[in-house]
């Protein structure tokens, strides 16, 4: 264990490991952060993380480039949004109640129809993917370098959406009409900003999000699609998106803390069976809950999250 | 007319489930198969066959359970997610108890293994119920991370300290034979869980429809201030029917110990406590409609075996109907009677009556 630390290319593979790990959740949560800042829960992110890999594998597969993969992919993604946004903000529906049947229909349909589409082969294929880029200079620098600037452009695009979601949430019009939804939207209606309007705006992305967080599972690390192959990643962003607290950057920090974790316990399985991965593996989740508790600095989600909105009068 | 267009609202759930079951044979047509076949294979073995019976009663009764678990606290006003935790946890207590507590009668240790599965399942819960009443802390938030530490606490437990010896696969021990529980059809494997699940769905109806403890939970759950003027505690029905809860889901992973695999397995609930969400939902929150709807989606599960066996369909076709059920459901609920056309119309031809009947008596 401690020779990681001690070793500049051991170390740098090991981060690279936690990075490339935490990159999808990275996508799936800020996802979550701006759909639950606009005030609707998106406990489908798990399903719509797996819609966005089946369509990344059913585009890379048909257009034998990875292009039309990752727009397929996010399209999905957005399909599966779409649902929860006309169930959970058009129909009122309780949005967790719809996010559980996105899950349970995305588990069964991919599983199902990518042995119809791919004949059975999903499993043995290799998809043409996005092969890392290192940005000269800036690779160069030990250990960081090679960590952080030679990825693909889908990290390179994670790079650039977190700063652009931390931006648009904190410092545009947008952005304060988006947590004032979140916060208030009666208050928010009354000022003339359209709840549902933005509501939908912002599960739409949170969907393409999640839906890109797939897509870089198939198109950037394992180059197939196989069945669940989302593995609980969309529950993880979940507690990513409180440890963060509802914001880009938080959210961030906390996946790729996550992404560390799950590197550590990796590792065990394989190096160390005297130390219980699982540890590794509750740690997250345990981090989470005290950090609700307030013992790691106290995070207060949106106060109309999971509320369905209606005018009194129409 | 009214009265035809009033039943179809009224029965909008069925027909929610026949358009469900509808596009679910589209995905059924585009895998190449005849949905035919398939629904007849599937809703014919789950119901109608002997053996497909007794699994779906063996399915149906953590669904059941699990179910429960999310009904009672709904009912006042909180949402339970963690039940798939509260599985894990009461299958962990339940054998615990029965591999380690010195021997008993094969009743009475079976009771106290059941106890012990609740015991697990409610301090489980214990955790969310106690932050959400004295620290208002979201139990949606809580309950979803607790079922994560559960599951890995006992995929732990099973791989390490109560690992069976030279097994190949994490799992314990196997528990003495006289702590399985009593089975319901002779040569199957449905077990005495799900008469207690049903047992405890016409408890828990009476209690929460007949009964002032009851009538207070509804009141917490509809108007927390007006039950707060009223006199009756907030904090206390949050905690005991989330801890309820939890115990209820506890059984549910009792069971599936006592009644079925004999072990505590590495993984092994396979998402019962999120379908319990499902059956809550489907049941409005009811307890008897609980058992319906936990009937449904055990058949559903069990059909799915023998649909793949006699036409070739995937077992996967089944998640996606259950999600689609649930979409359509949930869909059908936003059309409300009142709200229709048809309902504006009959209040004209009323109050046109009640006009010609004001002009009759002058």
Redesign the interface.
Same mark, same amino acid.
């Given at each position: 264990m401690m020779n990681i630390l001690s070793d500049p290319t051991m170390l740098a593979d090991f981060l690279a490991t936690a990075l490339r790990l935490s990159v999808p959740v990275i996508f799936a949560a800020l996802g979550g952060v701006l759909s639950e800042r606009s005030g609707v829960?998106n406990?489908g992110l798990e399903g719509m993380i797996l819609a966005g890999a089946f369509g990344a594998a059913v585009g890379g597969y048909f257009a034998g480039t990875p292009l039309v993969g990752l727009a397929v992919g996010i399209g999905f993604g957005v399909l599966c949004a779409l649902?929860l946004a006309v169930?959970g903000v058009s129909?009122?529906?309780?949005q +967790?109640?719809?996010g559980? =049947? +996105?899950? =349970?229909?995305?588990?069964?349909?991919t599983?199902?129809?990518s042995?119809?589409v791919f004949h059975g082969q999903g499993n043995t294929m290799h998809l043409d993917g996005f092969m890392p880029i290192a940005i000269p200079g800036l690779a160069d620098i030990p250990v960081v370098g090679p960590v952080l600037f030679k990825q693909d452009v889908l990290v390179y695009a994670m790079y650039a959406l977190v700063a652009l979601s931390y931006w648009i949430m904190f410092h545009t019009r947008w952005g304060l009409n988006i947590r004032a939804v979140g916060e208030n939207p009666r208050a928010a209606d009354t000022a003339g900003i359209s709840v549902p309007r933005l509501r939908y705006a912002c599960v739409l992305t949170s969907g393409g999000l999640a839906g890109l967080g797939g897509c870089y599972l198939v198109l950037s690390q394992i180059f197939l699609f196989s069945?669940h192959m989302s593995a609980?990643k969309g529950?993880i962003a979940? =507690?990513a998106v409180?440890l963060g607290r509802w914001s880009p950057l938080g959210a961030l920090f906390a996946c790729l803390l996550f992404g560390v974790c799950d590197a550590l316990q990796l590792r065990l399985q394989f190096a160390n069976p005297e130390v *219980?991965y699982?540890?590794f593996?509750?740690l997250p989740?345990?981090v989470?809950?005290l950090a609700?508790?307030?013992l790691v600095g106290k995070p207060t *989600?949106p106060a109309a999250v999971?509320l369905h909105y209606e005018r009194e009068s129409k | 007319m009214v009265a035809a267009v009033r039943l179809l609202y009224a029965t909008k759930s069925v027909w929610a489930i026949l358009c469900a079951l509808l596009v679910g044979a589209i995905?059924i047509m585009?895998?190449?198969s005849d949905p035919l076949a398939a629904y007849a294979a599937l809703f014919h073995g789950a119901f109608f066959e002997y053996h497909g019976i007794a699994t779906t009663l063996v399915k149906m009764s953590p669904l059941l359970l699990a179910g429960l678990a999310v009904v009672l606290p709904l009912r006042a006003g909180l949402?339970n997610?963690g039940a798939e935790g509260q599985i894990y946890l009461g299958a962990l207590f339940a054998t615990l108890a029965a591999l380690y507590l010195p021997a008993m009668p094969g009743w009475l240790h079976i009771t106290v293994c059941s106890l012990a599965g609740m015991l697990g399942g409610a301090l489980w819960a214990l955790?969310p119920a106690y932050?959400k009443a004295w620290?208002n802390?979201?139990e949606?938030?809580?309950t979803?991370?607790?079922n994560?530490?559960g599951i890995?606490?006992i995929?732990?437990a099973v791989?390490?300290p109560m690992m069976d010896e030279g097994a190949p696969y994490p799992y314990s021990a196997e528990i003495r034979e006289d702590l399985w529980l009593p089975h319901i059809l002779p040569r199957t494997d449905a077990h005495l869980g799900v008469v207690i699940g049903v047992a405890l769905a016409v408890l828990m109806y009476f209690v929460l429809e007949r009964t002032s403890i009851g009538y207070s939970i509804n009141t917490v759950g509809r108007n927390p201030q007006a039950a707060r003027y009223a006199g009756m505690s907030v904090r206390q029905h949050i905690v005991w029917t989330l801890v309820a809860g939890g115990a209820l889901a506890g059984l549910a992973g009792t069971y599936e110990v006592l009644g079925l695999k004999y072990r505590l397995f590495h993984m092994f609930s396979a998402g019962y406590g999120?379908d319990g +969400?499902?059956v809550a939902?489907l049941s409005g929150s009811h307890p008897l409609y609980a058992i319906l709807a936990a009937l449904f989606l055990g058949g559903l599960r069990s059909g799915a075996n023998i649909m793949q066996r006699a036409v070739g369909v *995937?077992t996967?076709?089944?998640?996606?109907?259950?999600?689609?059920v649930?979409?359509f459901v =949930?869909?059908s609920?936003?059309f409300r009677f009142e709200r229709s056309r048809w309902a504006v119309l009959w209040r004209r031809r009323k109050d046109v009556d009640a006009a010609l009947a004001g002009a009759g008596e002058k």
């Open positions: 829960y406990i649902l169930l129909l009122g529906v309780n +967790i109640v719809a559980i =049947a +996105i899950n =349970a229909l995305m588990l069964g349909l599983a199902f129809l042995r119809v069945e609980g529950f979940l =507690a409180i *219980p699982q540890a593996v509750i989740y345990a989470s809950i609700l508790i307030g *989600p999971g | 995905v585009a895998g190449g949402f997610i955790v932050l620290h802390i979201n949606v938030i809580v979803l991370l607790m994560y530490i890995n606490l995929s732990y791989s390490g999120y +969400i499902v939902f *995937p996967t076709v089944v998640d996606s109907i259950e999600g689609l649930v979409i =949930a869909t609920l936003a």
